[in-house]
């Protein structure tokens, strides 16, 4: 099955810099990778997601890239705030009916 | 928020005893997943149902069952629960096969004592 690595596990960030996330995966025939953000106690929800057909996707200060080849792709936090302070997951998916999370960054933004 | 609720959303529970969570959607959503999450691990799928009566096992299934008698809900049951089951729980619904937003449930936390 697919493997997705996630990096950093934790991340801090002085407020107004901006935080990159990495993920990996394995599988080449993945066409879907969606970020989920999740604050403490609640339930995991989409922020960005992108389509292997596209090589960036962005949503005002939050970004996404994939590079096929390598089997990378990236979320970008540009001008963080406090309350970016999360846990996100990267996720891929091959239009299965499974998605395969990464492991979890958990992001503190200093203000 | 899409309409999906978990019920309970707290149980403790003795070693051993069955326990079963449930899942209910007002979407109409064709799938639904089962995931675990515990520190270290992220999300994990357990069990996951592509439509009524129609259940696939994920990769940490064992211990699990799940039913699926309606399209609205998604039953998962411990059948002798043990303390490595503890854990948060997340339902999720996907109105299609991958390649679309997966919205989840609030979570319920389960503790075996």
């Known amino acids: 099955g697919e493997n997705v690595e996630q990096h950093p596990s934790t991340l801090s960030v002085q407020e107004g810099d901006s935080a990159v996330i990495k993920c990996t995966y394995s599988?080449?025939?993945?066409?879907?990778f969606p970020w989920y953000k999740q604050e403490l106690g609640k339930r995991p929800q989409l922020i960005i997601d992108?389509?292997?057909?596209?090589g960036e996707k962005k949503d005002q200060r939050i970004a996404v890239t994939l590079n096929k080849t390598a089997k990378h792709f990236s979320l970008h936090i540009t001008e963080t705030q406090p309350e970016d302070s999360a846990v996100y997951f990267c996720a891929a998916s091959k239009g299965g009916n499974q998605f395969y999370f990464g492991t979890g960054t958990s992001l503190t933004v200093i203000p | 928020d899409a309409g999906i609720t978990q019920s309970p959303r707290h149980k403790v529970t003795e070693t051993g005893t069955p326990v079963t969570l449930r899942c209910h959607q007002t979407?109409?959503?064709?799938?639904m997943y089962w995931y675990r999450q515990d520190p270290g691990h992220g999300l994990r799928l357990i069990h996951y149902?592509?439509?009524?009566?129609?259940?696939d096992k994920g990769e940490v299934s064992d211990g699990y069952s799940v039913s699926r008698s309606k399209t609205e809900d998604f039953l998962l049951t411990l059948e002798s629960a043990t303390s490595s089951q503890t854990s948060v729980y997340f339902c999720?619904?996907?109105?299609?096969?991958?390649?679309?937003?997966?919205?989840f449930g609030q979570g319920t936390r389960l503790t075996v004592v």
């Open positions: 999720a619904i996907s109105e299609s096969q991958g390649g679309t937003e997966a919205f």
């Open positions: 149902s592509y439509g009524v009566k129609d259940t």
């Open positions: 992108i389509r292997s057909n596209v």
């Open positions: 599988d080449s025939a993945s066409n879907y």
């Open positions: 979407e109409n959503h064709r799938y």
